[in-house]
């Protein structure tokens, strides 16, 4: 078996960690699995994580992936660190909404309006 | 179905499918839709709704109702006419009562990862239930 292909581009922009999905569709369960194992990682190797998940070119999101984010903001905030979301299409942010989990992340127009917030 | 007879039976999709890979054949089911909704000119927020509500039920059909065991499939129906779009999704489980699902929206159980799917089939369809035993979802989506 050959190493499996990252789902995420990752690069650091001014201490923070910008995370971007390859995935247009994130709905398939191992494909979440494989993504939230990624974030952990990143979340692992920081002291005090600063995170920003940009949703830009995603089209479908799962209740799956909804949890997997919930699990990363939870080892997030365990580590004192600190998580926004942003470029998220309005019907994918309807079901954040439906959710109310609107309420429970931090979620920006933009990424540079999310990059402002972090402290 | 017998509240769904008012149109003529040739304008209506009809498609029974057993489902065995839970990665290969939801999309190809997706795909399938898609292309049946358009053409009965289903709009775009209307294949988005439903699109969700599939992923959600099939994905819990796999994994929750046949603790994904490879052995196990889903049974999959679906009706379509110019008017509604009804799905049926039965898997192999002993059935659930979809009461007993905690609110996932409640404060308590708000950064809990599980439980939105079936939230999500209520918000976006017309009509969710669970028949008796509570292994097959039944889902409708009206035309706007």
Avoid at chain 1, 5 to 27: K, M, P
Avoid at chain 1, 51 to 74: P, Q, Y
Avoid at chain 1, 76 to 102: C, H, M, W
Avoid at chain 2, 64 to 73: I, M, Q
Wanted: aromatic share 6%; charged share 30%.
């Amino acid at each position: 078996m050959g190493s499996v292909a990252s789902r995420l581009n990752v690069r650091v922009q001014n201490g923070v960690t910008r995370i971007e999905f390859v995935d247009r569709n994130i709905l398939d369960e191992t494909n979440i699995q494989q993504i939230g194992e990624e974030i952990s990682r990143l979340i692992e190797g920081q002291v005090n994580p600063k995170l920003l998940i940009c949703f830009k070119g995603v089209e479908h999101l799962s209740s799956a992936a909804l949890g997997t984010l919930i699990t990363i903001n939870n080892r997030v905030k365990a580590k004192d660190g600190q998580l926004r979301l942003s470029d998220i299409d309005p019907q994918i942010y309807e079901v954040f909404v439906i959710t109310k989990l609107n309420k429970l992340f931090h979620i920006h127009e933009t990424a540079d309006k999310a990059l402002a917030t972090f402290t | 179905m017998s509240d769904m007879s008012d149109l003529p039976e040739e304008k209506a999709f009809v498609q029974r499918r057993v489902l065995r890979d839970s990665e290969k054949d939801p999309p190809q089911v997706q795909q399938d839709i898609e292309s049946q909704l358009k053409s009965h000119d289903f709009d775009k927020d209307a294949m988005w709704a439903i699109r969700l509500a599939l992923e959600e039920g099939i994905a819990n059909a796999f994994t929750h109702g046949n603790k994904r065991d490879p052995k196990k499939s889903v049974e999959f129906y679906c009706r379509i006419d110019n008017t509604h779009a009804v799905f049926e999704v039965c898997d192999e489980g002993a059935g659930f009562d979809p009461g007993t699902v905690p609110d996932p929206t409640d404060e308590e159980n708000i950064e809990i990862p599980s439980g939105r799917g079936i939230m999500l089939m209520r918000a976006y369809m017309d009509e969710v239930s669970y028949l008796t035993p509570g292994n097959r979802l039944r889902m409708v989506y009206r035309k706007k």
